[in-house]
């Protein structure tokens, strides 16, 4: 595993949806093709949240890292717990091409855990989703199949507590929460009446 910082230069932004997760990054690395540019890590999912800083792939307040499937995910103070929600993942051609698995990270030891803001979503292939026919036999494409369950594709994120059912997405769309931009235009909008200009 490898200990480095993987942060993007100045000005780019890695933003990929669930599918580009999958299809371009996920898929290359379960099939062994060469990524280009190779940014996004490998770790021990065991790893503690914060401990995510300078060793995966920063790209605004989420994490980036490929690991080990492990079902054990515990940590020295804690560990991931599933909450039992799994999503499919199409293709534009909707096809299925994976799952995406929702975690939350607990602090302590069973039955004493307190559950914090820190949400993993952990990414699985679908090998049902492509054309195996081209590797041969039953045997080598049990094989393919096997490496393809091997590896996950994990996003991890500091959520802030909102009412609602999907309180766990990346995707805020509650409207109970503004973002410090939404109360930046605001907060100018009510500058702007004040001064009788148009906003």
Known sequence: MEDAS?????????SPTDEELV????YCKTSLIPCHPNIIPDLDSRLHPWELNGKALLSGNQYYFFTKVNENRTTENGCWKEIGVTEPIFSTFDKKVGTKK???????EAPHVTETNWVMQEYHICSSGFDTASYGSSRRRRKHDQSWSQWVLCRV???MRSEGVNCYS???DSGSEL??????????DDDLEKFGMPN
Do not use: A, R, T
Request: hydrophobic share 45%; proline share 6%; charged share 20%.
């Open 23 to 26: 299809l371009h990054f996920l």
């Open 102 to 108: 929702y975690l939350v990270f607990h602090i302590g």
């Open 170 to 172: 990346d995707d805020d």
């Open 6 to 14: 993987f942060n993007l230069p100045p000005g780019f932004f890695f």
């Open 157 to 159: 994120y500091e959520k």
């Open 179 to 188: 973002s410090w931009l939404d109360e930046v235009y605001l907060s100018l």
